[in-house]
């Protein structure tokens, strides 16, 4: 991210929020060589000195930080079947989109697709091998559903990865099969990579373009700073990847959190790697405490609704986190931890209940999405200075499925982020895009909406005791936001920090709640350059 030397800018005119408690408005700001030396109004400004941007009284507030993202997903989602509405309404939409790009397929090719939400289908359920096999019968299929939890795949990738009635379930992952107990394609957390293990792998500079080329993007919806939470160390290293990336364009500052079973086998953490001054640095180690509520495998109790024996599926376990902790303070990162449901929430708390944090600038420990947790669970992980990142898109663009699952009343309890704060936990707003059934998934407004109104998309009620007001939601998309995921000089706009902007073309604090999701971002500025005008 070039700086121009001895670059001196003054940006005036803006209705500037700044994240900063101590100072929360502006109008004026100084910036010398990206970061940002006197912020304030112009009235007490005694000379422009520099460049002189006018703000022309947009909203200005903060770079946005999206605390839990999987960008490579989210690039890569571009190339595949959007199984989403606009696009796909129905079974038959998704087979008739398949049959569409068999015409085009080079051998050797898998063709694959994303974001299926059974409850936003006309026929009211998965699709199946056998759908699938309707498109076509040569060619591999996999279709990831919108969670990423659960995939399905057609006969033919089925009969490539080896998996046949003989196959047992692996170890945190279920195999769906009918009466007869032949597979019916669905593969559910684990048991997912019995396939993708053999599917075609894309070269470390494929992957590199795709996240320069997602950067802008990114841009547009605000987002300066960005976290990978599927960090890998094989086929390819993430950080290589990431670093060959920022040479191809990409200009977010970004922390890698790696998959505890791949650093097991290959800890690669060096004091240069895990530096956060740097733009991409390792932030934390990575475990799935369970799987998702949209697709019933989120480890729950009371159990899922009509479901009297599926309490979903448990991924880890009580000394995988004790391990997974001691790699993780050993090197001076957070252990990160995925779970949706009571009993997956309780197993992480528990454990750690009362453990003196190791870090000092920020959560040792995250529990990633904290989609269901008790009262007990909440005042716990406070005492305890657990952080939780959570995602209310979820429950705005997922409600077919959380309704069916759980009911509405069990429903309007999750993502209880007022109760969160209220208790004293440091919380965090993001998206986990492209993980969620929306065609724009990583639209923070979307998720700010959501979080504001406890209101989804059809006008449902979310929880309305949940609600949490505008200035909140930005502090967790911004100053909250850079305290757990510790990317230094971000989220606030205040002295000695990066001078990481955003002008909105409506203004946030002003426009009626319902209408948050509409607003767009006209520029984008990082260390003060503007890197993206609509």
């Known amino acids: 991210m070039a700086i121009q030397k001895h670059s001196v800018q003054t940006f005036i005119n ?25 912020i304030g109004e112009q009235s007490d400004l005694e000379n422009i000195i520099g460049d002189c941007v006018d703000l022309k009284g947009h909203r200005v507030l903060p770079g946005l930080i999206d ?19 606009p696009l796909v309404h129905s079974i038959a939409n998704l087979i008739e989109q398949i049959r569409n790009l068999c015409e085009s397929m080079e051998i050797g090719k898998w063709i694959e697709g994303w974001g299926y939400d059974e409850g936003k289908l006309s026929e009211g359920r998965a699709p199946t091998r056998w759908d699938l096999d309707e498109a076509t019968g040569d060619i591999p299929i996999i279709i990831s559903r919108t969670c990423t939890h659960i995939a399905v795949v057609n006969s033919k990738a089925l009969e490539l990865a080896g998996i046949s009635k003989d196959t047992p379930d692996p170890q945190g992952g279920k195999i769906d099969r009918d009466s007869n107990g032949e597979p019916t394609g669905i593969l559910r957390e684990n048991a997912k990579d019995l396939v993708h293990r053999i599917m075609p792998v894309k070269s470390l500079e494929e992957n590199a373009a795709s996240l320069a080329k997602l950067s802008p993007f990114l841009l547009s919806h605000g987002i300066t700073a960005i976290t990978d939470l599927s960090s890998r160390t094989e086929p390819t290293d993430y950080l290589e ?5 920022v040479r191809k364009g990409l200009k977010q500052r970004t ?23 740097n733009q991409i640095h390792i932030g934390g180690i990575k475990l799935f405490s369970d799987g998702s509520v949209s697709g019933k495998t989120a480890w729950v109790n009371p159990p899922f609704l009509g479901e009297e024996e599926n309490y979903g599926i448990p991924m880890t376990s009580k000394e995988e986190l004790l391990a997974a902790a001691n790699a993780a303070e050993q090197n001076h990162i957070q252990l990160v931890v995925h779970a949706m449901g009571e009993q997956a929430i309780d197993l992480i708390i528990d454990t750690f209940y009362g453990k003196k944090s190791w870090l000092t600038n920020g959560p040792s420990i995250r529990i990633e999405h904290a989609a269901m947790p008790s009262p007990r669970a909440i005042q716990r992980a406070a005492d305890t200075g657990i952080a939780f990142v959570t995602q209310p898109i979820f429950v705005f663009a997922e409600i077919e499925s959380y309704h069916k699952n759980l009911g509405s009343e069990r429903t309007k309890q999750t993502y209880p ?19 969620t059934a929306w065609a724009d998934p990583v639209n923070p407004f979307v998720g700010i909406k959501s979080a504001v109104t406890r209101l989804a998309y059809d006008g449902s009620d979310t929880g309305q005791e949940q609600r949490i007001d505008v200035t909140t939601a930005i502090m967790l998309y911004t100053k909250a936001a850079q305290e757990i995921t510790r990317i230094p ?15 909105l073309d409506q203004d946030i604090f002003e426009i009626s709640i319902d209408k948050i999701d509409t607003i767009l971002v006209k520029e984008t500025y990082m260390g003060g350059n503007l890197v993206f005008q609509r």
Not at 18 to 37: D, F, H, K, L, W
Not at 255 to 277: A, F, G, H, S, T
Not at 494 to 503: K, P, Q, R, S, T
């Open 14 to 38: 803006g209705k500037i929020f700044t994240s900063n408690p101590e100072q929360p408005y502006a109008s004026t700001m100084i910036v010398r060589e990206g970061t940002i030396v006197w």
């Open 67 to 85: 605390a839990h993202l999987h960008p490579l997903w989210l690039a890569n989602a571009s190339t595949q079947i959007a199984c989403t509405p």
């Open 241 to 245: 990847m990431y670093i060959t990336a």
């Open 255 to 277: 922390v890698l959190y790696y998959l505890w079973e791949d650093l097991k086998e290959q800890p690669i953490m060096r004091p240069d790697n895990i530096n956060n001054e």
């Open 417 to 435: 982020i007022q109760s969160m704060l209220q208790s004293g936990i440091k919380v965090a707003l993001s998206s986990d895009a492209p993980a």
């Open 489 to 503: 000089h971000v989220g606030q706009l205040a002295l000695g920090n990066y001078a990481d902007f955003i002008l």
